[in-house]
């Protein structure tokens, strides 16, 4: 069965010049990263996704496929499963099938992306004893439908994988992680993916790889600014920079401003001054140490069941339980 539930229509384009506009009067000028994924930004992911230098989604993936009979083991007997970020869902494919194997399951993605909530349901829609209904809203808010749809007596397994967790503040993350905590019972589970600490230069690589579809991925930003909101950035006086934060352990992506110049955004009512050099900081990805996923964890309220690492490209896939 599919079915796809879709977001209560508030005005977008409003909520987006809004946000660029707060963004944009910030002493460092920053844009959130939560608007790269529009349709070519999701597309441009998919790709950065199979690049060489970008083992992230790989070392997510394989782990998942190595081990998804092992984490299915130790989840209770009546589960159903949510998804926050399902991006085209393809990694998601061994746990369900695993799940299926034992038990009709329901999944439910949630994803602010439409494009990409299409694509998990083309991509999973074909699992036997599967029945998928689609949520296109903001995370936590998909959640709390999703809990209010549970049977008397099962569980609830979440996903967050492929380390989105990164893309937040380490203290926002753990904030999430409490929310999310907080729409569970004790005795749910969450299946949490983290990047984990790795030399520097193959970070900057991974953020900044020689084909430039990470630059492209982030200067979409500007040309979706331009495109929706009627801004004038001239993209050829703009660049992709990826830079390490030692103190956040975390590489950063901005796009720097190679000269002077004003650009107008109408829709925001906004004229922004950029200096030689100045940049505006699109998002954080951090690093995480294994050990540091289960002081997180507590930190929110779940415990550390287990967990599994890749030493290919180091990462981890923790199953933490609600407290
Ligand atoms: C989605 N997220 C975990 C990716 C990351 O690695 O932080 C987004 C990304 N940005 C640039 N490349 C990939």
Redesign the pocket.
């Known amino acids: 069965m599919l079915m796809l539930t879709h977001a209560v229509t508030t005005d977008v384009n409003l909520e987006f010049a809004a946000d660029i506009r707060e963004g944009l009067t910030k002493e460092q000028k920053e844009l959130p990263?939560k608007y790269?994924y529009d349709e070519v930004g999701s597309r441009l992911?998919e790709v950065?996704?199979v690049l060489p230098e970008?083992g992230?989604t790989r070392a997510d993936e394989r782990l998942l496929h190595r081990y998804a009979s092992d984490i299915v083991a130790r989840l209770p007997r009546r589960v159903a499963v949510a998804e926050l970020?399902s991006g085209t869902g393809k990694k998601t494919r061994w746990i369900l099938q695993s799940l299926c194997r034992r038990q009709k399951t329901s999944y439910y993605p949630i994803e602010i992306s439409r494009t990409a909530l299409a694509m998990c349901e083309r991509e999973l829609g074909d699992i036997d004893a599967i029945s998928i209904v689609g949520f296109e809203r903001e995370y936590l808010d998909g959640l709390l439908e999703v809990a209010a749809r549970r049977q008397r007596g099962q569980h609830l397994l979440v996903l967050f994988l492929?380390?989105?967790i990164?893309?937040f503040e380490r203290a926002a993350g753990v904030r999430f992680l409490r929310e999310v905590r907080r729409i569970l019972q004790p005795g749910d589970f969450l299946l949490l993916g983290t990047?984990l600490e790795k030399p520097i230069p193959q970070l900057i690589k991974?953020?900044d790889d020689a084909l430039g579809v990470?630059a492209a991925?982030?200067m979409n930003l500007l040309h979706r600014v331009n495109h929706e909101l009627g801004a004038n950035f001239v993209l050829e006086q703009f660049e992709h920079m990826a830079k390490y934060n030692q103190q956040a352990r975390s590489?950063e992506?901005h796009i720097r401003s190679n000269r002077k110049q004003t650009v107008t955004i109408p829709e925001c009512g906004l004229t922004v001054q950029f200096a030689e050099g100045e940049t505006i900081w699109t998002?954080s990805?951090h690093k995480y140490s294994s050990t540091e996923v289960f002081q997180i964890a507590e930190a929110a309220g779940f415990s550390c069941r287990a967990q599994w690492i890749d030493h290919e490209w180091p990462f981890a896939e923790s199953l933490l339980v609600a407290q």
């Open positions: 990263s790269l992911f950065i996704s970008y992230l970020g492929g380390s989105t990164g893309n990047d991974a953020y990470t991925f982030n590489i992506m998002e990805s």
